[in-house]
């Protein structure tokens, strides 16, 4: 199936970015309760325990797309053959909690050692600096995956990365970096990726 931007530009999703429209094949070296699932996975199953628990309400965003060419091999199934994304997408999720504004993009690398700007975008960056200029709250969630550790990395430290490669500075965030100046989720059971928990430190240390 063919997927466009909204400037006609092909759309070509990279190793490392979720493929909205099928399903991505993943072996990782993962605990056996876990194994196979993506970061997508673990947040909305996340998601689904702070709603039914009446913690948060905070959903996956819908991805705006065009469809333009379907084919019907069956009379009982339709096919996607080409579709345009209608705008360029923002983060991935936003919500509420406990009166606060959430909206967060989640991202995973493969990487031991750092993590790759490239998988953010400037909209994105602008998305998220809206957000922090209405008092709202934005962060990345990254996952290490070989690593299986797990971040919240506060906008702050985002931007300043993402400044720096402007003024010839590295184009991706070391894990020392992570280890020093975001906050690690430790996965649990349910449920498995407690990120409030980490935001919640997020915002006690903002207020000091």
Request: charged share 25%; glycine share 4%.
């Amino acid at each position: 199936m063919t997927i466009r931007y909204p400037n006609g530009k092909l759309y070509k999703p990279s190793s490392e970015t979720p493929n909205v429209l099928k399903a991505k094949k993943k072996v990782k070296n993962l605990s056996f309760s876990n194994r196979g699932k993506t970061l997508e996975d673990e947040i909305n199953e996340t998601n689904l325990f702070y709603l039914n628990h009446q913690i948060a309400v905070i959903h996956k965003k819908p991805v705006p797309i065009q469809i333009v060419k379907v084919e019907y091999p069956k009379r009982s199934a339709a096919v996607i053959r080409e579709a345009y994304f209608r705008t360029a997408s923002t983060t991935d999720y936003n919500g509420v909690w406990n009166g606060y504004y959430i909206d967060f993009e989640a991202k995973e690398t493969e990487s031991k050692t750092s993590f790759p700007l490239k998988n953010v975008h400037h909209h994105q960056i602008k998305h998220m600096e809206d957000v922090i200029n209405q008092q709202g709250i934005a962060f990345l969630i990254v996952r290490f995956s070989k690593l299986d550790r797990y971040f919240l990395l506060p906008f702050k430290i985002l931007l300043e990365a993402w400044n720096g490669i402007e003024k010839g500075g590295p184009k991706s965030i070391p894990l020392k970096m992570f280890e020093t100046s975001s906050y690690e989720i430790k996965p649990g059971f349910n449920p498995r990726i407690d990120y409030l928990s980490a935001m919640e430190k997020l915002i006690t240390n903002k207020e000091k």
